[in-house]
């Protein structure tokens, strides 16, 4: 890979520290001159490969990590509130931002940071079809255009196919950023990522 390569952004939207993560990438690519290219997947069938849970859902884990939700959002300065109906499929916000990104990939961009500000500062439900439409025609995109994608099948086979690469590639979580094939997971490892950026590695 060459050292303008894009630098790889696995996410889920319903991933709490995928949307902290979301907040600072990009900012923190930009200053060492590289580009993020995101890419959203679904981590219900990730987990079916790795025999894992949401952390919500998982003993003991569960209560920490609600707690850790909130303190590493005060650390990042990151606006944050659980949303009381979670975690949630986010099929549609997955499908429709890749429609987007092969039209345009500013507005994609845009979509995704609609669609985790509207789930976890405004608290609306992001797995439904209407509220994923609604964010997207904000900012510009065709409603029927758009509305006929979600219900082809060519877009579901694209997630899939998507979610299916991610997996090959070896992502098991979200966030997952992968810099020159160093992968690194977890919105805790944007410090790392900075380091190596700022170096060329360590």
């Avoid at 590493?72 to 429709?96: D, H, I, M, N």
């Amino acid at each position: 890979m060459t050292e303008e390569s894009p630098i790889l952004f696995y996410f889920d939207f319903s991933s709490p520290y995928s949307y902290l993560a979301s907040e600072k990438i990009d900012e923190l690519a930009l200053r060492y001159g590289r580009k993020v290219k995101w890419k959203p997947l679904l981590l219900g069938i990730v987990f079916k490969t790795t025999g894992a849970v949401p952390l919500t859902q998982a003993p003991l884990k569960g209560e920490y990590s609600r707690h850790d939700f909130e303190r590493s959002a005060r650390y990042l300065g990151v606006p944050f509130k659980l949303p009381e109906k979670f975690p949630v499929a986010t099929q549609a916000a997955a499908r429709a931002y890749y429609w987007l990104h092969d039209r345009d990939c500013a507005l994609a961009r845009q979509f995704a940071h609609a669609v985790f500000r509207a789930f976890y500062v405004e608290g609306r439900d992001i797995s439904d079809t209407a509220t994923v439409l609604n964010l997207a025609v904000a900012l510009g995109a065709d409603e029927n255009e758009l509305s006929a994608a979600l219900a082809g099948q060519e877009l579901k086979d694209r997630l899939k196919a998507e979610v299916e690469a991610a997996i090959a590639r070896g992502v098991f979580g979200a966030p997952y950023v992968v810099i020159d094939g160093e992968p690194f997971w977890g919105a805790d490892r944007l410090p790392q990522i900075e380091q190596w950026l700022e170096t060329g590695g360590f």
